[in-house]
């Protein structure tokens, strides 16, 4: 069930396990069961609402890359189109799911889906990816602290994997840090610097993996993700998932004689 309805894009697979436990999505008028199978004659609602769904074979898969704006509610949980249209993003017939969205404070690259699938199956293996971030500074920022951020493995028990810092020192008040790291929220490295009296009064994010946020996206702007770059973005997930398995089972044994 959840999963259908995912790849419908009606909901991530999570935001549907969590409306069945809520008792708000309905299959023929009862509560499913977690992982129930879906029917075609089944009458689904949710709130009181008939969501009316296709099989998932021959749906068309739409992905976007998305400049965002810094301050800007990336706000899609209304599947409506108004919400689409606000961000003059194309309509679809379910709704526009973002993959690892940034805090609203921040902004920069997104990637939007309306396939609920292609969305888990990415948003699974985010962690294997590095990203960049580019940050705008105020304070006494200079090469101890950038020193510090680099070598840094967590905040407030939270672990980080600072891959590279490096730092433009502005003349004034700004300066800038181009960032990259994995596995480590933006939020995090907001607070790491907060805590040191710098504030980050930007954060974008510029990369995602394989996929670059170019020069020709202007701000508020989306356009279509090519099929070469979600099957980059797929084997990239892939190939530096399997690396860290690797890398953690260690060298194999050899055999005994």
């Known amino acids: 069930m959840q999963k259908v309805l995912a790849a419908a894009g009606i909901g991530s697979r999570r935001e549907v396990e969590r409306w069945i436990r809520e008792g708000r999505l309905l299959v023929n008028g009862e ?3 977690l992982g129930a199978k879906w029917l075609a004659r089944d009458r689904i609602t949710l709130d009181g609402r008939p969501v009316r769904i296709r099989k998932p ?3 068309e898969l739409h992905v976007l890359l998305f400049h965002r704006s810094p301050g ?3 706000d899609l949980k209304a599947a409506t ?4 249209e606000r961000l003059l993003l194309p309509r679809v017939s379910g709704r526009w799911l973002a993959i690892q969205p940034m805090p609203p404070v921040d902004g ?3 990637i939007l889906t309306d396939d609920g699938g292609w969305a888990h199956r990415v948003s699974q293996g985010v962690h294997a990816l590095t990203i960049d971030y580019v ?3 105020r304070g006494p920022l200079n090469d101890q602290l950038v020193e510090e951020f680099r070598a840094a493995t967590d905040c407030e028990g939270e672990p980080m994997t600072i891959l590279r810092a490096d730092a433009q020192y502005g003349e004034g008040f700004n300066h800038w840090l181009n960032v990259t790291v994995r596995s480590t929220r933006s939020a995090l490295v907001r607070h790491w610097w907060g805590a040191r009296g710098i504030i980050v009064s930007r ?4 990369r995602f993996g394989p996929i670059h946020l170019s020069r020709e996206l202007p701000r508020g ?3 279509a993700m090519t099929i070469p770059e979600r099957n980059v973005l797929i084997n990239e997930i892939e190939a530096s998932k399997q690396a860290r398995e690797s890398d953690s089972a260690g060298p194999a044994a050899e055999p005994a004689h």
Not at 81 to 84: C, E, G, I, L, V
Not at 203 to 206: E, Q
């Open 31 to 33: 509560v499913p069961a």
């Open 57 to 59: 074979e021959g749906k």
């Open 72 to 74: 800007e509610t990336l």
């Open 81 to 84: 189109s108004r919400a689409a």
């Open 108 to 110: 920069g690259l997104e």
């Open 135 to 137: 940050l705008r500074m």
């Open 203 to 206: 954060l974008m994010r510029v």
């Open 221 to 223: 702007h989306s356009r």
